[in-house]
């Protein structure tokens, strides 16, 4: 049990010896990564999952460029692992203290090997399953009935009987039918949920035994008899009649050990009915007898649900990254149509390409750098604000300062966009270095209206889409309205 508090315990104590030695995760943001304290330990997994190639379980590298551009891939990929593997940790952490609470919480039923708790007068009789095991019998699963505390001096309350047709299907369970009778009647003394009370007469006594054990021992035909029983309902009285069919009994040692075994539980419960705990017998007759708790697999259960939920987290994260490159999809396709025609109108001024590019990049930057200072961000938080196409108008601008041919930085900025729209405008500003700046401005302006066209209809899909996601709210809302206006008017009838 302490093995399951343990991992947890275990799993706190690295992380914190880890964070000592390693603080290179130390500034990300907590929105990005609410369990970078953990980071460091997952680091450790991290570089051993790396020694054997196996780190784009994770993700693709590819993908984490484009989501996390101003970082390099492999820092991005290891930031990625870090967060499943710390998610992972978290998850097995909780299943292994949700066990150990469960296991520690669960009070035991059977104290000193042979004593029950018996409940107290009112609250009814108490089951318990436990495990029987003795010199005759292996281990299997035995029921044991105790009977609620009795007070003294009081009588307690008639159980609720049954009607014919539940006494027809119920009494005769352990055996073949009415007219094959070997073994127990069930003498049932109520139906749950009704008022109706059944009391067998004394009838039946030269025949069948008070707890309904029929008396054929001695038997060696067939002999027929009656069951009877009067059943009461508040102030109405009938009759019950069954003809049955008694046959000889099947015995065997262990159904003679057994009879034994209930007659000796039966007087047990009898002679301690006032107190307040049942003994169990540890002998009958010569016979030794053991008594076990049945094994309880609920913590069992949690730890394979935590396996599964922390073998969830890799799949789940990875479709946390689908869902980032889709939004910066469509975040890039919301500024293309911008760009471009700020693009348009600082070479119809007269600028050039490269000056242009330039300008639009340091607007961007000055921007950012307001809308952080205005929000009162804190440095760390690197992505606040971030657009990814002016993050890669960005990098191009860079790689132009350092000295990289202009045509090369216009095509890689096309490729590295991985998106059609920016492709083609990468080609189309690498195109006319080469060729001559002859009707670039026209194709700018058409290619600026087909950009703006374009977000206009995309605006448009979306707006069908939310009002298709609305549409289940809004039917839900129809129903309780028709319910509200229905029901009463059924109920005035």
Same mark, same amino acid.
């Given at each position: 049990?302490?093995?399951?508090?343990?991992?947890?315990?275990?799993?706190?104590?690295?992380?914190?010896?880890?964070?000592?030695?390693?603080?290179?995760?130390?500034?990300?943001?907590?929105?990005?990564?609410?369990?970078?304290?953990?980071?460091?330990?997952?680091?450790?997994?991290?570089?051993?999952?790396?020694?054997?190639?196996?780190?784009?379980?994770?993700?693709?590298?590819?993908?984490?460029?484009?989501?996390?551009?101003?970082?390099?891939?492999?820092?991005?990929?290891?930031?990625?692992?870090?967060?499943?593997?710390?998610?992972?940790?978290?998850?097995?952490?909780?299943?292994?203290?949700?066990?150990?609470?469960?296991?520690?919480?669960?009070?035991?039923?059977?104290?000193?090997?042979?004593?029950?708790?018996?409940?107290?007068?009112?609250?009814?009789?108490?089951?318990?399953?436990?495990?029987?095991?003795?010199?005759?019998?292996?281990?299997?699963? #035995?029921?044991?009935?105790?009977?609620?505390?009795?007070?003294?001096?009081?009588?307690?309350?008639?159980?609720?009987?049954?009607?014919?047709?539940?006494?027809?299907?119920?009494?005769?369970?352990?055996?073949?039918?009415?007219?094959?009778?070997?073994?127990?009647?069930?003498?049932?003394?109520?139906?749950?949920?009704?008022?109706?009370?059944?009391?067998?007469?004394?009838?039946?006594?030269?025949?069948?035994?008070?707890?309904?054990?029929?008396?054929?021992?001695?038997? %060696?035909?067939?002999?027929?008899?009656?069951?009877?029983?009067?059943?009461?309902?508040?102030?109405?009285?009938?009759?019950?009649?069954?003809?049955?069919?008694?046959?000889?009994?099947?015995?065997?040692?262990?159904?003679?050990?057994?009879?034994?075994?209930?007659?000796?539980?039966?007087?047990?419960?009898?002679?301690?009915?006032?107190?307040?705990?049942?003994?169990?017998?540890?002998?009958?007759?010569?016979?030794?007898?053991?008594?076990?708790?049945?094994?309880?697999? %609920?913590?069992?259960? #949690?730890?394979?649900?935590?396996?599964?939920?922390?073998?969830?987290?890799?799949?789940?994260?990875?479709?946390?990254?689908?869902?980032?490159?889709?939004?910066?999809?469509?975040?890039?396709?919301?500024?293309?149509?911008?760009?471009?025609?700020?693009?348009?109108?600082?070479?119809?001024?007269?600028?050039?390409?490269?000056?242009?590019?330039?300008?639009?990049?340091?607007?961007?930057?000055?921007?950012?750098?307001?809308?952080?200072?205005?929000?009162?961000?804190?440095?760390?938080?690197?992505?606040?604000?971030?657009?990814?196409?002016?993050?890669?108008?960005?990098?191009?601008?860079?790689?132009?300062?350092?000295?990289?041919?202009?045509?090369?930085?216009?095509?890689?900025?096309?490729?590295?966009?991985?998106?059609?729209?920016?492709?083609?405008?990468?080609?189309?500003?690498?195109?006319?270095?080469?060729?001559?700046?002859?009707?670039?401005?026209?194709?700018?302006?058409?290619?600026?209206?087909?950009?703006?066209?374009?977000?206009?209809?995309?605006?448009?899909?979306?707006?069908?889409?939310?009002?298709?996601?609305?549409?289940?709210?809004?039917?839900?809302?129809?129903?309780?309205?028709?319910?509200?206006?229905?029901?009463?008017?059924?109920?005035?009838?």
């Amino acid at each position: 049990m302490f093995l399951l508090l343990a991992v947890p315990i275990l799993i706190i104590a690295l992380a914190a010896v880890c964070y000592k030695k390693d603080a290179s995760f130390k500034g990300l943001e907590s929105d990005e990564h609410p369990l970078k304290s953990l980071y460091p330990l997952a680091s450790v997994i991290y570089d051993i999952i790396k020694k054997n190639k196996k780190e784009d379980i994770f993700g693709n590298t590819d993908a984490l460029r484009e989501i996390y551009v101003d970082e390099r891939p492999e820092n991005a990929l290891k930031k990625q692992g870090c967060k499943c593997i710390a998610s992972a940790l978290v998850v097995l952490a909780l299943t292994f203290f949700v066990c150990f609470l469960y296991t520690f919480s669960r009070e035991s039923i059977l104290t000193d090997n042979n004593r029950l708790k018996r409940n107290e007068a009112g609250k009814g009789d108490e089951k318990y399953n436990l495990i029987l095991k003795s010199v005759l019998t292996d281990e299997q699963d #035995f029921t044991v009935r105790v009977s609620e505390r009795e007070l003294k001096g009081e009588e307690l309350e008639k159980l609720k009987a049954d009607a014919r047709y539940y006494i027809d299907k119920m009494i005769f369970a352990q055996n073949e039918s009415a007219e094959c009778v070997r073994g127990k009647i069930n003498l049932i003394t109520e139906i749950p949920g009704t008022s109706v009370r059944i009391n067998w007469t004394d009838d039946n006594s030269w025949f069948l035994s008070v707890d309904g054990k029929v008396k054929n021992k001695d038997y %060696t035909e067939p002999v027929p008899a009656t069951l009877h029983a009067e059943l009461t309902y508040f102030d109405e009285v009938w009759d019950y009649d069954r003809d049955i069919m008694i046959y000889p009994p099947y015995v065997t040692e262990e159904d003679l050990f057994l009879e034994e075994l209930d007659k000796s539980l039966e007087d047990a419960d009898i002679a301690t009915r006032t107190e307040n705990y049942f003994e169990l017998p540890l002998k009958v007759g010569d016979k030794e007898l053991s008594w076990n708790e049945e094994e309880d697999n %609920t913590p069992v259960l #949690f730890l394979v649900l935590g396996l599964i939920a922390a073998g969830a987290v890799l799949p789940a994260m990875k479709q946390d990254i689908h869902k980032k490159q889709k939004k910066r999809v469509e975040q890039m396709m919301q500024d293309y149509p911008d760009i471009i025609s700020k693009f348009v109108m600082l070479i119809t001024a007269g600028m050039t390409c490269r000056g242009a590019w330039n300008k639009i990049c340091s607007d961007y930057q000055k921007k950012r750098k307001r809308d952080e200072e205005g929000k009162g961000k804190k440095p760390s938080d690197k992505r606040t604000g971030m657009r990814f196409a002016y993050e890669e108008m960005l990098i191009s601008d860079r790689e132009m300062q350092l000295g990289i041919p202009e045509v090369k930085v216009y095509e890689r900025f096309g490729t590295r966009c991985s998106v059609p729209a920016y492709n083609r405008f990468g080609t189309l500003l690498a195109r006319n270095i080469k060729r001559g700046s002859s009707g670039i401005i026209e194709i700018l302006e058409s290619e600026s209206k087909e950009s703006f066209a374009e977000r206009r209809e995309n605006v448009r899909k979306k707006g069908e889409e939310t009002g298709t996601k609305l549409l289940l709210p809004m039917f839900g809302m129809l129903i309780l309205v028709i319910a509200i206006v229905v029901v009463p008017a059924f109920s005035s009838f």
